[in-house]
């Protein structure tokens, strides 16, 4: 793969990955139904929702703006947890396939993203 197509490919995927983490953190932060019953069938309490609704968006900017190079690091890696979480928690509760394909694709996004960003979004050294 040339350079200009990796750096297209990973562009859009930090495109997909800031709008799923900023449309699910809003959806969180809002207490949106289908959440509200997501956390419940998990088993985690309706304040979970704020938190990860809160790092989410804050992960979403942070991987979408310039400049931050650390932060981004960490705003990665707590993606990486949220979503891994996900995966654990919808297999600890029986879900069916199609539950831990979701967060499974978007992780493998966040890998894509993470593996391409450009050196100006890379930590030195």
Do not use: C
């Amino acid at each position: 793969m040339n350079e200009r197509s990796k750096r297209v490919l990973g562009w859009v995927a930090t495109a997909l990955v800031g709008f799923a983490f900023a449309a699910g953190g809003l959806a969180d932060l809002l207490g949106a139904d289908a959440v509200m019953v997501g956390m419940r069938h998990l088993g985690y309490p309706d304040y979970f929702a704020l938190i990860l609704g809160t790092w989410k968006v804050l992960g979403a900017v942070t991987i979408v703006a310039p400049g931050m190079r650390r932060l981004k690091e960490w705003a990665y890696a707590g993606m990486v947890f949220d979503l891994t979480g996900a995966i654990a928690s919808h297999a600890a509760a029986g879900d069916a396939l199609p539950q831990l394909a979701t967060p499974a694709v978007l992780l493998g996004l966040v890998a894509v993203s993470w593996a391409l960003r450009p050196a100006s979004r890379r930590l030195a050294g």
